[in-house]
């Protein structure tokens, strides 16, 4: 039985093709059969995140449309072999992405025997947000600890709760996760940035991750390697450890500790 | 600097960014799954209610509720002390 993610989260530029990919990398390097589909139509990017832009062919669209197979259109990661990319069409028509080709291209993907199917959600609460999550079983809402995102996750749970194949069959409802990420454990330590539990406790979600603020973030992207795939960075590890949440492991949370300098260091600002 | 910053703790703006959210949040909680005229009515209401007296936007709450079958409007305004 394949499993619907949605990546999702209202403000744009919060990270959720970031943590998209990663999440789709994680869930690979975990011998699960993996599909993520770029729902941003007209602004095409996971493919440039995931490092395979040269070799989309046909999109997205191009398979609701009958253009080509979904077999023709899935693009195979060169680094695991069970994850494959549907990359958005350019197309600056939005009408072609439609409730009935969106279920038709979902079906089939399930019917193919892949685990996951995570749908990476273009910002904003319209059509793509909405097709993005229509059909989800599960929901990582992606949030900065910051006023704007906060409040707009929490416009995006009440869609998740109303307007969404679940809530409207009423059985259970979409399960909702909250992903903290360019996370600052000493602007939290400093009272400049909400902590993990302030955030929590406005949304009243369970924490799937919780992802530090980091440069390794920007490098991986200029490379086109996600950033879960840089076992070096604490980002790698902090992913890792949310997707062994989204499997049902129990993960302590990490990296929301400020490391604390010496007395002489930061007396001196070394 | 960083021995002055040592001492001069920068104001917890986390916390006032917290407490501003807790409110608004609530607020827009209340209102969804209610009927989409609660902001026009809202805005009505706050019309004529500052006809008679000067209250701020914050003073009046408008809260929709349905519970067991009947649904319910709760709507209070905070008058302003004399
Ligand atoms: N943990 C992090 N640390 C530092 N920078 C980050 C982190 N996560 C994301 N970013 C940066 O934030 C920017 C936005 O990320 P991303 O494209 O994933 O967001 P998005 O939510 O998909 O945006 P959009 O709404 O436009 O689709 C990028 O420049 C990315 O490098
Ligand atoms: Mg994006």
Redesign the interface.
Known sequence: MAEIIVVTSGKGGVGKTTTSASIACGLARRGKRVAVIDFDIGLRNLDLIMGCERRVVYDFVNVIQGECTLKQALIRDKRLESLYVLAASQTRDKEALTPEGVRRVLDELAADGFDFILCDSPAGIEKGAHLAMYFADRAIVVVNPEVSSVRDSDRILGLLASKTRRAENGNGGVREHLLLTRYSPRRVATGEMMSVADVKEILGLDVVGVIPESTDVLTASNAGTPVILNDESIVSHAYQDAVARLLGDTVPLRFIEEVRKGFFSRLFGG | ???LD?FR???????V??E???I??AQ??SA??GPDYLPLLRRELLEVIRKYVNVDPEAVHIHFDHAEGHEMLELSVALPDK
């Not at chain 2, 703790?9 to 916390?15: E, F, G, L, W």
């Open positions: 600097m960083r021995l040592f703790r920068p104001p917890p703006s986390a916390q960014a917290k501003r959210l807790r608004i949040v827009e909680r969804r799954g």
